[in-house]
């Protein structure tokens, strides 16, 4: 069974890098076609694509985050992280890592696994 598992600090200080982890177990984040996204949902919004890693090391971004943000990979530990960087309190939210074949995007039905999600604050 594919799981993941977001891992990262709770709260973050404006204007510091965020960084999250996502642990994938089940299959390979090398396996291919397979897509890597991270997923946020603000408190009282709608959960908004940040951006993907491929199978191959490709990655696509939110045009909104592009500046801020960046995706990399440990495929040695099957796990693909995020960083954020300059955050404010507009980036506190649930951040979800989650997996689908050959897609990106905000259609959120064609993701095949999601982590549980963890909370970020942005706090001073």
């Known amino acids: 069974q594919v799981q993941l598992q977001e891992s990262g600090p709770g709260l973050v200080k404006p204007s510091q890098t965020l960084s999250l982890i996502c642990t994938v177990s089940?299959?390979?984040?090398?396996?291919?076609?397979?897509?890597w996204s991270w997923i946020r949902q603000p408190p009282g919004k709608d959960k908004e694509w940040m951006g993907a890693?491929?199978?191959?090391?490709?990655?696509y971004w939110n045009p909104s985050l592009k500046s801020r943000a960046s995706i990399s990979r440990d495929t040695s530990k099957n796990r693909f992280i995020l960083q954020l960087r300059d955050v404010t309190a507009e980036d506190t939210a649930v951040y979800y890592c989650?997996?689908?074949?050959?897609?990106?995007?905000?259609?959120?039905?064609?993701?095949?696994?999601w982590g549980q999600g963890t909370q970020v604050t942005v706090s001073s």
């Open positions: 089940g299959s390979s984040i090398t396996t291919i076609s397979s897509v």
């Open positions: 989650a997996s689908s074949e050959g897609l990106y995007g905000n259609r959120w039905h064609q993701y095949d696994y």
């Open positions: 890693i491929t199978y191959s090391g490709t990655t």
